[in-house]
Structures are given as structure tokens and as C-alpha cells.
């Protein structure tokens, strides 16, 4: 659906979307999924997520001193805090930090906060291949890329803007999947993509506010870049392999999966 030249993804309620999940997933577009009612986004503040996590430490990766971020590459300076420290501090200097990604599975109280039922009847939602948490200030960014798996990012607390670019838009491209960062694209943002490639890749990009208790289906392959809007912003997203049919037609894809897993499990550290 286009209005005013920009696409406009479908607006859905949870229920209908769980029960079309097989035709959504085969149409590979974003979806905005709303009245999702196994969660209560509103009881989600830095302090519950605190507590659910047992204040446990977390790595962080610091930002340059001009509030920008160097991204895993380039080796960047990383932090440990425990998370409530971590949320005083970006109180103050919201960027000081890039974002902190945490994996539920160590966590067993926020891994069953979160944990999408079975009752459902989806197992791919109610057995991710991996759930985490996306926390961060006002101004902070998760840099344009893709991933090698289906997604589902549901808004617990603030907003969070999306930019969504399909797979195969002419000028995009992603990093060399031998780098342990495949997934990323060689342009560190949107907006530091050159004209006049900008003017076309922008014509095909998705743009989408994500509110409180709402969510978006991410398809398998598909860019994404997230702006962080207010003053705390806390997500969980679902990740679950795409099945064959869809990977099979990109075997780059798994190759740099294959590796920014192990690197990811080596570092520690999301993105
Ligand atoms: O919510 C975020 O900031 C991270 C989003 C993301 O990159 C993802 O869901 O894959």
C-alpha cells in the first residue's frame, strides 16, 4: 500500500497476525502488529527490568566522544556496569553508550516475562532461536543492517523509529561475509549515504513510529536502522530461523551467519 509515494506497511492486531503467520511470513513485508496480549508493555520501567535481571552487569560499548558509535569492526572501547548503574548514567548523557543488547537465557524471571506462549500453536514465536532486550537513551542508534533470521521487535517501554529497506534495493550492500560483520552494510547510517543513491534507496524505505505496546514483524533479509525517541526505550525481539525456502536463495547469508554468531558468542556482545 503506498500513500503520498512512501509504503505503508499493514497495521494488524496480534490474533490476526498469529493466525496468518504462514502467509505474513511467506509475504516477507513488514507488518505493525497492535493489541499484542501476551505482554503488558505498560509495567516495563528501568527498575522492573532491573530487578527481573537481578542487576546483573552488563557489556556495554562506549560511544566516541563526539556522541557517535564505531560499531564491533573498529574495536570499540566496551564497559561493564551493572544495568542499574547503567540507566543513572544514561539519564544524564543518554549516548554515552551505543545500546545495551542483553539475551534473555541467563535471565529465567525476564526469559519468563517475555516468553511468548505455546498455546498460540507458533513455535517459531514460542521457541525463538534467540530473545533479547534493547535498552538505550534518546539518540541512540542501531545502525542499518540486516538479519539472517525472521523477527519480531515488540516495544515495552518509549518509541523507537524504524527505517525498513527491502533485501534487494539497488545500492545497498552488506559488509564482506568473511568479516564477522555480514550483516552490517557499508554505510555506517542512512544518513550517511551519498547522493544521489540515498534519493532511490529512500524511495523504497519503510518508515514506521513504533508506540508502547505495539510491534513489527522484521522479514528474513530486510535493513533495518532504529532511532531511539524518548528518554528510556526498552524492546524484546524474537528471532526464528526462516526455514529453507527463503535461505536457500541467499547462501551469502549463511555463511555470514555462521560467522557473526560465533562472533557474537565470543564477544559477548549484540550487533
Ligand atoms: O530495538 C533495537 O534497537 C534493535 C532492533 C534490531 O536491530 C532488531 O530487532 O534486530
Redesign the pocket.
Known amino acids: 500500500m503506498t500513500q503520498n509515494g512512501k509504503i505503508k506497511p499493514l497495521k494488524i492486531d496480534w490474533i490476526s497476525f498469529v493466525q496468518q503467520f504462514n502467509r505474513f511470513s511467506r509475504a516477507n513485508q513488514p507488518i505493525i502488529i497492535t493489541e499484542l496480549d501476551f505482554i503488558n508493555a505498560y509495567q516495563w520501567d528501568g527498575e522492573n527490568l532491573s530487578e527481573l535481571m537481578d542487576n546483573a552487569t552488563l557489556t556495554l560499548m562506549e560511544s566516541q566522544s563526539d556522541g557517535t558509535f564505531s560499531g564491533r569492526s573498529d574495536n570499540p572501547k566496551t564497559s561493564m556496569m551493572r544495568m542499574s548503574d547503567y540507566l543513572s548514567i544514561i539519564e544524564q548523557y543518554p549516548t554515552r553508550y551505543q545500546?545495551a543488547?542483553i539475551r534473555v537465557d541467563p535471565y529465567p524471571k525476564l526469559a519468563e516475562q517475555v516468553r511468548i506462549p505455546e498455546s498460540y500453536g507458533i513455535t517459531s514465536l514460542s521457541k525463538p532461536c534467540e530473545t533479547?532486550i534493547?535498552v538505550?537513551g534518546k539518540g541512540?542508534i542501531?545502525r542499518i543492517?540486516f538479519?539472517q533470521v525472521e523477527?519480531l521487535?515488540v516495544q515495552l517501554k518509549g518509541r523507537?523509529k524504524?527505517f525498513l529497506i527491502p533485501p534487494n534495493v539497488k545500492g545497498m550492500r552488506a559488509r564482506s561475509p568473511f568479516s564477522f560483520q555480514g550483516h552490517l552494510s557499508h554505510y555506517n547510517l542512512i544518513d550517511s549515504i551519498p547522493s544521489p543513491e540515498k534519493q532511490t534507496i529512500m524511495q523504497q524505505c519503510i518508515e514506521v513510529t513504533l508506540h508502547q505496546g505495539e510491534a513489527i514483524y522484521?522479514p528474513f533479509c530486510w535493513w533495518?536502522e532504529?532511532h531511539?525517541i524518548d528518554d528510556l526505550?526498552i524492546?524484546v525481539?524474537y528471532?526464528w530461523f526462516a526455514g529453507r525456502k527463503k535461505t536457500i536463495t541467499k547462501p551469502r547469508v549463511l555463511l555470514s551467519s555462521t560467522l557473526t554468531s560465533m562472533d557474537r558468542k565470543f564477544r559477548s556482545l549484540n550487533?
Open positions: 545500546y543488547g533479547n534493547w538505550g541512540c542501531t543492517h538479519d523477527n521487535n523507537k524504524f522484521i533495518h532504529v531511539y526505550n524492546n525481539n528471532w550487533l
